[in-house]
C-alpha cells in the first residue's frame, strides 16, 4: 500500500510576497488615498446639493430641516424648464442628425480616398477638438451676430457643428477603414448600383460607428455650454446656459430651486452617459482611434 503525499501548496508565500510588494510601495496606499479623498469630496459636493434641493431650511446641523419636493416645482415654473428642455432636445437631435448627415460621407472620403492636401484638411479638422471652444467661440459668435443668426435655434445649432462634425469624422474613420474594401468591389462586379452598395453592404457594417458617433455626440452637445452661451438668446437657451443664467443673473433667488435645476441637469448627464456606455466601450474607441 502507497500512500502519496499532497504537493506543497504556493498560495501562502504567494501571500507573503504580496503583503511584502505592499509594505514595499508605499506609494500605493498614496495614490488610493488620494482617489478616496477626491472621491468623498465630489460625493460631499453633489450630496449637498441633493440634500438641498428637498431641503426646506438648512441653517445649522448635517441635514436639512425637513423635506419637500416643492422646490423643484417652482424651478420648474420660475426657470420655464419645460420650454428649455424641449430647446435642448431639439438642439441636440439636430446636431447629431446633421453632424452624421455631413461627417459620415467625410469620413468615407478620408478612409478611402487619396487626394492632394489630404493631411492639411484633417490638420483643419482636429483644430475644432483641440482648440478650446472659447477661443473660436468669440469671433464665431461675431459672424453669426453679422448675419442674424445669433440668439436664434438657427444660430445654436450652427455654433455646435463646428466641434461635432469633426469629432463624428475622427469617430467614423477608423470603422471605415476596417471595412474591407474588396467587398464593395464585389458587389459592384456583381453589378450592385451605388445605392444598394451603401444601403445593403456599408450601413449595417457602420450602423455601430454610426451610433457611437451619435450617442457621444449628443453626450457633447448636451453639456456645451461656451459655444451655445455665446451664441443663444433668450428663447434657444439650453439646460445647462438657462443653470448658468439663474446662478449669476440679476435678481434674488432661491438657493434651493437652483439647487433643484442642477439636479434635473446633472440627472440628465447621468442618464445620457449611461446610455452611452451601455452602447459604447470607450477603451475600444481609443482602440479604434489609434491604430
Keep these: 500500500m502507497t500512500t502519496t503525499t499532497p ?53 445649522t446641523g448635517w441635514t436639512p430641516h ?15 424648464l419645460g420650454h428649455v428642455l424641449v430647446t435642448t432636445l431639439e438642439v441636440t437631435l439636430l446636431v447629431v442628425a446633421l453632424s452624421l448627415l455631413l461627417a459620415v460621407p467625410a469620413s468615407y472620403a478620408l478612409a478611402r480616398r487619396d487626394f492632394p492636401g489630404k493631411k492639411i484638411i484633417t490638420a483643419l479638422f482636429v483644430l475644432p477638438i483641440l482648440v478650446p471652444p472659447i477661443a473660436y467661440g468669440i469671433p464665431l ?21 463646428v466641434p461635432s462634425i469633426p469629432f463624428v469624422i475622427f469617430t467614423m474613420t477608423p470603422f471605415i477603414e476596417q471595412i474591407d474594401p474588396r467587398l464593395e468591389a464585389a458587389a459592384r462586379m456583381c453589378g450592385a448600383p451605388t445605392h ?29 455650454f461656451e459655444l451655445t452661451f455665446l451664441t443663444s438668446g433668450p428663447d434657444s437657451q439650453t439646460l445647462i446656459v438657462a443653470l448658468f443664467s439663474a446662478v449669476f ?12 435645476m442642477a439636479v434635473i441637469y446633472t440627472a440628465s448627464m447621468a442618464l445620457l452617459l449611461l446610455i452611452a456606455l451601455r452602447f459604447i466601450n470607450p477603451t475600444q474607441l481609443v482602440a479604434r482611434n489609434t491604430n
Design 7 to 59: 504537493a506543497p501548496t504556493t498560495k501562502a508565500p504567494q501571500t507573503r510576497a504580496a503583503r511584502r510588494s505592499i509594505r514595499l510601495h508605499p506609494g500605493t496606499w498614496l495614490i488610493w488615498a488620494a482617489l478616496a479623498f477626491f472621491f468623498l469630496n465630489l460625493l460631499g459636493v453633489i450630496g449637498s446639493v441633493l440634500l438641498n434641493s428637498f431641503g426646506r431650511t438648512w441653517f
Design 66 to 80: 425637513g423635506y419637500t419636493t416643492t422646490w423643484y416645482t417652482q424651478a420648474w415654473n420660475e426657470f420655464n
Design 141 to 161: 459668435a461675431t459672424v453669426l451676430y453679422k448675419f442674424h443668426l445669433a440668439g436664434t435655434l438657427t444660430g445654436v445649432v450652427l455654433a455646435n457643428l
Design 196 to 224: 444598394s452598395v451603401l444601403t445593403r453592404i456599408l450601413a449595417p457594417l457602420l450602423l455601430p460607428g454610426i451610433l457611437a458617433a451619435g450617442i457621444l455626440v449628443t453626450v457633447r452637445t448636451f453639456g456645451m
Design 249 to 260: 443673473s440679476a435678481g434674488i433667488r432661491s438657493p434651493q430651486s437652483i439647487d433643484a
